[in-house]
């Protein structure tokens, strides 16, 4: 048996795709550029996917996410 056998023969138990988006859901909120009535902007997004808002600029998002007690990560 070499070590490449080893680690995969290790029965893991995978998550649903339900829970592995609840893992970030209470604490992550995702920035991404988004369009709001013909305007450019950014929208903040749950990780469930989920919108909770939209600002003007990418720093505005990521200060509002940061006000609610969540932390902002870019998404592309």
Do not use: C, W, Y
């Amino acid at each position: 048996m070499n070590k490449h056998d080893a680690v995969t023969s290790t029965p893991r138990n995978p998550l649903e795709p339900h829970a592995f988006l609840a893992l970030g859901t209470p604490s992550l909120a995702f920035i991404r550029p988004v369009t709001v009535n013909g305007m450019a902007g950014f929208g903040i997004f749950a990780a469930d996917g989920t919108g909770i808002g939209a600002a003007p600029s990418r720093d505005l998002a990521f200060s509002t996410a940061r006000q609610h007690d969540l932390e902002p990560v870019s998404v592309h």
